[in-house]
């Protein structure tokens, strides 16, 4: 019967007692992963930076705080929309307006937040993070990473992203010697402050896009805060120890339809952004 009890939810996935620093912990779905960790017994340090200065800073009053942190997810991100947007996607001239209206300090603030602000974090946690038994640290990206999407109504965000995956594979191998493991989760789409908008009553609703899009997913529906913070629970428990390197979807299908497997089938003509 002891041999059974490795096997247990209880032994596998717990986070009880973990220290863990979120990123974007505070909104959308960085709050949920915060919910989340909360509400199994770990204790968990919001930080928001973006620059070297800034992670050393926050780091700083962390380690005067905790001896340790066991899990490190990057989860800050911004999205900035094009400044002459268009869904013509097959008009030249609209193409072109769409693409150059994108300017130096967008490319410059979004990679300053999505990708330089999730490597100097990494960075600087890395001597409190050799502290613990378990250490990992998990990089939120986004399927907006993997595929290219014509309708979408911004250029820099999924350029950054991309570079957000491939930061998480440097790091895992730069840290493989430290026995650092470092994950990448890539999720759809879930109603937070990027995606969505909110009534009258505060409520957060999907805009057009999203609400077309996740029609178009296998699950036909945005996600929800517990499946987001399922796979991160299970990367920085006992039961994802044997894990490095990986980058997980979470979207509901919707990368299996972005990358064109249906390519030729017609879908409702609801779910079409143009």
Not at 149 to 172: C, D, E, P, W
Request: charge should be neutral; hydrophobic fraction near 40%.
């Amino acid at each position: 019967m002891s041999d059974l009890n490795r096997f247990r939810i209880e032994n596998l996935f717990t986070v009880a007692g973990q220290t863990v620093l979120i990123t974007g912990g505070g909104s959308g779905i960085g709050r949920s992963l915060t919910s989340a960790f909360i509400a199994n017994g770990a204790k968990v340090i919001i930080g928001d930076v973006s620059t070297k200065e800034g992670a050393e800073a926050v780091f700083k009053q962390v380690s005067e705080k905790v001896d340790s942190l066991d899990t490190v997810i990057n989860c800050a991100g911004i999205s900035i929309l094009f400044n002459t947007p268009s869904h013509e996607v097959s008009d030249p001239e609209k193409v072109h307006d769409t693409l150059a209206s994108v300017e130096n300090e967008d490319w410059v603030k979004t990679h300053q937040v999505n990708v330089n602000g999730p490597y100097y974090v990494s960075v600087a946690a890395i001597p409190l993070l050799r502290k613990s038994s378990n250490p990992n640290i998990i990089m939120i990206s986004s399927v907006a990473g993997l595929v290219p999407q014509r309708g979408n109504n911004t250029f820099t965000y999924g350029v950054s992203k991309a570079g957000v995956i491939h930061l998480s594979s440097m790091l895992a191998g730069r840290l493989h010697p430290l026995k650092i493991r470092v994950n990448c989760l890539c999720p759809g789409i879930f109603p937070s402050e990027m995606t969505s908008t909110k009534d009258e009553n505060g409520n957060i609703i999907l805009g057009d896009m999203g609400t077309k899009a996740v029609k178009r997913s296998t699950m036909g529906r945005p996600g929800l805060p517990e499946e987001i913070a399922a796979p991160i629970l299970l990367l920085a428990s006992k039961g994802g120890m044997y894990m490095n390197d990986t980058c997980i979807n979470v979207d509901g299908g919707r990368y299996l339809v972005m990358k064109g497997i249906y390519d030729g089938y017609r879908l409702p003509d609801d779910s079409y952004i143009d």
